[in-house]
């Protein structure tokens, strides 16, 4: 099975503008996602997809393979698409762009065993939410699932509510997803669903239409990059491994 890894990358980010290229002891936060994804050897290669000069050329420079996107896609999954019909592979793994401390073995994780027999194939991670907090945070998409591991529903509000019984715990989706190419050509040629109009979240476009979505729990806690406040924790988190390991080296 050849298995390709995408990162999609996008310049104008309403909320953090140019977030692909801000720096991180250094180097662009995309370069250090790069890093984590290639060591996962269970991929053929992995690309940047972007429609941005800036971050094509800083991929260049740090001999990142890149692809160049058109400017008009509406989300992340077109623009995979895109990049996939431009490279042949049974299954296609999206890393978000904005976790540069992503686990290589969560993004391992993601990865069938084989891909089913039938057409689509769609596959997602969740984790659980340990934090309070990160269950209201409407930038964390919680997740439910029914006996056999499919997503049920995605929302940015805590879901299920907790009417009868507090024995729960929450699930957020992980920014880690798998496709095979008709899963992404379906997404492409699929009307937006008044759910995920709403909610604002890709994935609802399978569900809304009778797709199954493959979710697997992993113990994943990696800090996204949605604000410049993460940025400054992902930096000095990073910071302190690269002096530990400059201080490794020394002794």
Not at 10 to 16: I, Q
Request: aromatic letters at 8%.
């Amino acid at each position: 099975m050849k298995i390709i890894g995408v990162i999609p990358a996008r310049y104008n980010s309403t909320r953090f503008p140019g977030k692909p290229l801000a720096d991180i002891c250094g180097k662009p936060m995309i370069w250090w996602v790069y890093n984590q994804a290639k060591q996962v050897t269970e991929f053929t290669d992995v690309y940047v997809a972007t429609d941005e000069q800036r971050i094509k050329d800083a991929c260049v420079d740090l001999k990142i393979p890149v692809i160049m996107t058109r400017t008009d896609h509406k989300t992340s999954t077109e623009r995979v698409y895109e990049a996939a019909c431009n490279i042949e592979a049974d299954l296609y793994v999206v890393i978000n762009g904005d976790e540069p401390l992503i686990d290589p073995q969560i993004i391992k994780a993601v990865i069938p065993e084989e891909l089913p027999n039938h057409k689509i194939y769609v596959g997602n991670l969740m984790t659980e939410i340990c934090d309070p907090v990160e269950v209201v945070d409407f930038t964390n998409i919680k997740v439910v699932t029914d006996d056999d591991s499919k997503a049920l529903f995605f929302s940015r509000s805590p879901i299920p509510y907790p009417k009868s019984s507090m024995q729960y715990k929450y699930y957020k989706h992980v920014g880690v997803l798998a496709y095979n190419l008709a899963a992404l050509q379906f997404f492409a040629e699929t009307q937006v669903g008044i759910n995920e109009a709403i909610e604002d979240i890709n994935e609802l476009r399978f569900v809304e239409h009778g797709v199954a979505v493959r979710m697997t729990k992993v113990n994943a806690h990696s800090l996204s990059v949605d604000t410049p406040k993460d940025l400054e924790k992902i930096r000095e988190m990073i910071g302190k491994k690269l002096a530990l390991g400059e201080s490794n080296e020394q002794n």
